[in-house]
């Protein structure tokens, strides 16, 4: 019923920036935590971040805070992350993901919460 699409990666040098943009389609978007996670060759997914319904609480991965932020436009169903000083060890393909039962205040780090998935983008930082 929900469907994400991911979009925005590419390949980019150490110390750069990019911005992902995942958009929602089905269902009602502004009742919805929204997350991102990644995950790399060799290693299991990984959380990255979090907004909850209204945008109000945001949480991050301590590999990612202060260099990663999450925002989302309710009235586009659009979600987004703006990566600042990009490191190789973020080279990975990252997904969005819903919860469609969150409650307000909740922004997830456990991908168990989430319902529906995206394809993912990758992405890759050069040394």
């Known amino acids: 019923q929900v469907q994400l699409v991911e979009s925005g990666g590419g390949l980019v040098q150490a110390g750069g920036s990019l911005r992902l943009s995942c958009a929602a389609s089905?269902?009602?978007?502004?009742?919805?935590?929204m997350g991102w996670f990644r995950r790399a060759p060799g290693k299991e997914r990984e959380f990255v971040g979090a907004?909850?319904?209204?945008?109000?609480?945001?949480s991050y991965a301590d590999s990612v805070q202060r260099r990663f932020f999450i925002s989302r436009i309710n009235a586009e169903r659009t979600v987004t992350l703006q990566m600042n000083n990009l490191k190789p060890e973020d080279t990975a393909t990252y997904y969005c993901?819903?919860?469609?039962?969150?409650?307000?205040?909740?922004?997830?780090?456990?991908?168990?919460?989430?319902?529906?998935w995206g394809q993912g983008t990758q992405v890759t930082v050069s040394s």
């Open positions: 907004i909850s319904q209204g945008g109000s609480v945001r």
């Open positions: 993901a819903a919860d469609v039962n969150a409650i307000s205040g909740v922004a997830s780090r456990w991908h168990e919460a989430y319902d529906f």
């Open positions: 089905g269902g009602t978007f502004g009742s919805y935590a």
